[in-house]
T-cell receptor, first 116, second 112 residues
Framework: GAVVSQHPSWVICKSGTSVKIECRSLDFQATTMFWYRQFPKQSLMLMATSNEGSKATYEQGVEKDKFLINHASLTLSTLTVTSAHPEDSSFYIC????????????FGPGTRLTVT | AQTVTQSQPEMSVQEAETVTLSCTYDTSESDYYLFWYKQPPSRQMILVIRQEAYKQQNATENRFSVNFQKAAKSFSLKISDSQLGDAAMYFCAYRSTHGMRFGAGTRLTVKP
């Protein structure tokens, strides 16, 4: 149980275009979803927290207009990187938690974004 | 703000031996959870062990155990009988109502 999927697993896009990454909880309803960014050989950095039906809360230094997060249902959250640039190339990981297990997070497999 | 520090960028252990990974954290909160995650080359985050701050007893999961020193804000992971499959990046993480913070990670190598 508690499986989280991400799609796509790897995406290549051209500079200036937008790309959407999906995060789905497959067998549970995720009241909260989190988006992380991980550069090569570095740790995970929390970008934003989103609760279903509410606006996402972004961490300091994360551009909300560049990284659009939508959590329209209890099983789906999306991260859209708008006007992508090569410096946005990174590994993006989502995680989800259940209200009853607020301190537990179930991680997706991640999405590798390469901007050329 | 909460910070998590892993002072060992790399560690190495001989197969079947024991290794301890260090983690310290800084917080003013009283209610929180601590975790150790394993990230193999696939980059899928795998939960190794969790510790509730209100519990004094150290958590144990098979070959993995922690030494939780709340007053010292220390949370080390001990891996006993190390196996080749234990080789990975290990991240210490702090979780409160304000979100989760990760340490910089420790790369564990297991020598056959």
């Amino acid at each position: 149980g508690a499986v989280v999927s991400q799609h796509p697993s790897w995406v290549i896009c051209k500079s200036g275009t937008s790309v959407k990454i999906e995060c789905r909880s497959l067998d549970f309803q995720a009241t909260t979803m989190f988006w992380y960014r991980q550069f090569p050989k570095q740790s995970l950095m929390l970008m934003a927290t989103s609760n279903e039906g509410s606006k996402a809360t972004y961490e300091q230094g994360v551009e909300k207009d560049k990284f659009l997060i939508n959590h329209a249902s209890l099983t789906l959250s999306t991260l859209t990187v708008t006007s992508a640039h090569p410096e946005d190339s990174s590994f993006y990981i989502c995680s989800a938690s259940i209200l009853a297990e607020i301190y537990e997070q179930y991680f997706g497999p991640g999405t590798r974004l390469t901007v050329t | 703000a909460q910070t998590v520090t892993q002072s060992q960028p790399e560690m190495s252990v001989q197969e079947a031996e024991t290794v301890t990974l260090s983690c310290t954290y800084d917080t003013s909160e009283s209610d929180y959870y601590l975790f150790w995650y394993k990230q193999p080359p696939s980059r899928q985050m795998i939960l190794v062990i969790r510790q509730e701050a209100y519990k004094q007893q150290n958590a144990t999961e098979n070959r993995f155990s922690v030494n939780f020193q709340k007053a010292a804000k220390s949370f080390s992971l001990k891996i006993s009988d190390s196996q080749l499959g234990d080789a990975a990046m290990y991240f210490c993480a702090y979780r409160s109502t304000h979100g989760m913070r990760f340490g910089a990670g420790t790369r564990l190598t297991v020598k056959p």
